[in-house]
């Protein structure tokens, strides 16, 4: 089973874009971020291309 196969029939509700989820990043000036459904979607998305890429290199 491939990790493409058991997520393929999973629907994504996202929530309000810009809606902080309960967590923040500190920058490199001290800040707090909140972060948001945009920023674990993008992460997400980064991670699943990686993926794809080495299960091809393979």
């Keep these: 089973m491939s990790l493409h196969d058991s997520t393929s029939d999973r629907r994504v509700i996202p929530l ?3 809606r902080p989820v309960g967590g923040a990043i ?3 000036q001290g800040r707090e971020i909140p972060i948001t459904e945009t920023m ?3 992460a997400c998305q980064e991670l699943h291309k990686q993926l794809e890429s080495e ?3 393979a």
């Design 16 to 18: 309000q874009q810009r």
């Design 26 to 28: 500190i920058d490199a």
């Design 40 to 42: 674990i979607q993008r």
């Design 55 to 57: 299960l091809r290199q």
